[in-house]
Nanobody, 124 residues
Framework: VQLQASGGGLVQAGGSLRLSCAAS????????MAWFRQAPGKEREFVAG????????YYADSVKGRFTISRDNAKKMVYLQMNSLKPEDTAVYYC??????????????????WGQGTLVTVSS
């Protein structure tokens, strides 16, 4: 299994970006997925998660109402639409595959595969 994140870049505060995560492997649709981020000097933190069928989504309080996670199982893709970006959203963003369906979305150790990360920089 490989996860390839893309779509990061430099954007002004208030702007938008859409991150994409392309997955390999035949069982993508069986797994919950999520986006995490890590800012310099900080721990990796949960941003958003989506259930295997796309019917349930979860967000960190800091991004609720501004970010939207979605997936396309036919294309083996996960997306993160980020609107109203703030300087504090600056971080490397990672997509990840959750190991089990009933485990906690917010804990990094529940994930077994990670993308390489894509840098999002929000200028003030």
């Amino acid at each position: 299994v490989q996860l390839q994140a893309s779509g990061g870049g430099l954007v002004q505060a208030g702007g938008s970006l859409r991150l994409s995560c392309a997955a390999s492997g035949r069982t993508f649709s069986n797994y919950d997925m999520a986006w995490f981020r890590q800012a310099p000097g900080k721990e990796r933190e949960f941003v958003a998660g989506i259930s295997w069928g796309g019917g349930n989504t979860y967000y960190a309080d800091s991004v609720k109402g501004r970010f939207t996670i979605s997936r396309d199982n036919a294309k083996k893709m996960v997306y993160l639409q980020m609107n109203s970006l703030k300087p504090e959203d600056t971080a490397v963003y990672y997509c990840a595959r959750k190991r089990g369906r009933y485990s906690d979305y917010t804990r990094p150790y529940e994930y077994d595969y990670w993308g390489q990360g894509t840098l999002v920089t929000v200028s003030s």
